[in-house]
């Protein structure tokens, strides 16, 4: 993709073709894909546009596009796993930040942590949930000022599969 006008165009094509997989049943994992897809060529436009990260947030300046790309096919493996298996660590961090936040927004490190205090290793498990890494348990989590929120190109896996703990 050399130029602006090639990446929004497969950008269009890319939305348009995930608008038409979510009305199609039984289709949103294919649409998911498409969606992260737009991401990462929304992530190419950003790189072509000057100053566009900011006038435009990037959903994570720091890394390229391959990187979070892997991050979500990592995402989509495990979440399913941590969904089934509630007594896990990540698990267990995962869905006590979703009771503590409200309409998926920011929580207070300190709070998380205070009502993690049972989870052994809480802080070594959720460094793993909250970082890049090779064998992190997926990144989930991101951590500015002392608030925790969701990352955001990982808020529609979260939602699709741990929705219902939002207001447990």
Partial sequence: MDNVTDIINKLRESIESAAFLVATPDSQSQAHTKLVQSLVLLDHLEQHIPNASERVPSFQAER????????????????????????????????????????????????????????????????????????????????????????????ALVLELFGDYEEA
């Avoid at 006590?96 to 802080?123: M, P, Q």
């Fill in 64 to 155: 390229n596009s391959e990187t979070v790309a892997l991050e979500l096919q990592k995402l989509e493996r495990k979440l399913p796993r941590w969904r089934k298996n509630t007594h896990q660590k990540n698990s267990q961090i995962l869905i006590e930040f979703l009771k503590l936040s409200k309409d998926w927004r920011k929580v207070a490190y300190e709070t998380l942590k205070a009502h993690c205090r049972n989870i052994d290793g809480f802080e070594r498990n959720y460094n793993q949930m909250k970082n890049f890494g090779d064998k992190n348990h997926g990144k989930v989590f991101d951590e500015r000022d002392g608030y925790v929120e969701l990352w955001e190109p990982a808020v």
